[in-house]
Nanobody, 115 residues
Framework: QVHLVESGGGLVQAGGSLRLSCAAS????????MGWYRQAPGKQRDLVAI???????TYADSVKGRFTISRDNAQNTVYLQMNSLKPEDTAVYYC?????????WGQGTQVTVSS
């Protein structure tokens, strides 16, 4: 069974930065893609950014130019560097992975941006 464990959330003022990390562990043969979704109270869970095994990235329009996704294949870890944070970025951020052709989710980490 695959586990995704996030870290790095917290409280930050508008304009500040945070870096999220997500490490995949367990019996892993291949990681096809890893990324981040977020869910604000009363809203649906939306894609933030995703990176494939080849390094191709996709970002939500709302975070382009502010967030950067990267991965360490040797450590089965994905990172999300979040700069110029805005109050509307406040949400629970979930790590997502397509691992051995199955979808996995982390438990979520809270990011709160104060104005």
């Amino acid at each position: 069974q695959v586990h995704l464990v996030e870290s790095g959330g917290g409280l930050v003022q508008a304009g500040g930065s945070l870096r999220l990390s997500c490490a995949a562990s367990g019996r892993i043969f291949s990681i096809n893609a890893m990324g981040w979704y977020r869910q604000a109270p009363g809203k649906q869970r939306d894609l933030v950014a995703i990176i494939t095994s080849s390094g191709s990235t996709t970002y939500a329009d709302s975070v382009k130019g502010r967030f950067t996704i990267s991965r360490d294949n040797a450590q089965n870890t994905v990172y999300l560097q979040m700069n110029s944070l805005k109050p509307e970025d406040t949400a629970v951020y979930y790590c997502y992975g397509v691992i051995d052709r199955s979808q996995s989710w982390g438990q979520g980490t809270q990011v709160t941006v104060s104005s």
